[in-house]
């Protein structure tokens, strides 16, 4: 069962646009959204995450918006640069599970061009 | 550097044979994972471990594959008669001990890639 579902599977943009990644999650007991960003042949890097009790948080030019009640998340990357150009995952834990282990999207592949 | 390290970066083995990987977590991180990614998915959790501890595995993880840190620092994961199947990317990644109310931040290493032939 795919717990957390992430699209699109693929985003082109211009330099200087707006990418928008979202995110839907079914189990309610996660309480820990995090997105990860990941390069070719590189292990994924925490980007910026999230907890249930807000419905923005902001660092630089990335920003997540949280709605509990839709269960939704996604990121939002201001003033898209082609070195943003990689691969994105949603995740999300619970602190309920032994580990609190991450349960990832599907991923997507962002591609800014100049 | 300080950052979770594994090795090797790359392994090329043929069906059958048996290989080991090594995962150093960050310094005093006590919290350690594995997870594994085939192309173009996301990563999947395979086991973790609080200190010594192996506290849970997934149900990917076959009888074939076993996991260890014997004190509490790296940890090694060793697949045994490996299949085709096996080919991906294994993924390390470690946390701090949590504190009250605070959140599981894990940290990636730059993964194995097997190939099995």
């Known amino acids: 069962q795919q717990q957390v579902k992430q699209s699109p599977q693929s985003l082109i943009v211009q330099k200087g646009g707006i990418s928008i990644i979202n995110c839907a999650y079914e189990n309610t007991a996660f309480d820990y959204f995090p997105w990860y960003q990941q390069f070719p042949g590189k292990g994924p890097a925490l980007l910026i995450a999230?907890?249930?009790?807000?419905s923005e948080k902001k660092e630089g030019r990335f920003t997540i918006s949280f709605n509990k009640s839709a269960k939704q998340f996604s990121l939002h990357i201001m003033d898209s640069q082609p070195g943003d150009s990689a691969t994105y995952f949603c995740a999300a834990s619970s602190r309920e599970t032994s580990g609190s282990r991450l349960t990832f999207g599907e991923g997507t592949q962002l591609t800014v061009n100049p | 550097d300080t950052g979770v390290s594994q090795n090797p970066r790359h392994k090329i083995t043929k069906r059958g044979q048996n290989v080991t990987f090594r995962c150093d977590p960050i310094?005093?991180?006590?919290?350690l994972y594995w997870y594994r990614q085939t192309l173009g998915q996301g990563p999947e959790f395979l086991t973790y471990f609080q200190n010594e501890a192996q506290l849970e595995k997934s149900r990917l993880l076959s009888d074939r594959f076993s996991a260890e840190r014997p004190k509490g620092s790296f940890s090694t994961l060793e697949i045994q008669r490996t299949e085709q199947g096996d080919s991906a990317m294994y993924l390390c990644?470690?946390?701090?001990?949590?504190?009250?109310?605070?959140?599981?931040?894990?940290?990636f290493g730059p993964g194995t890639r097997l190939t099995v032939l």
């Open positions: 310094s005093e991180h006590n919290r």
């Open positions: 990644a470690s946390s701090p001990r949590l504190g009250r109310g605070s959140y599981n931040e894990q940290f």
């Open positions: 999230i907890r249930p009790d807000v």
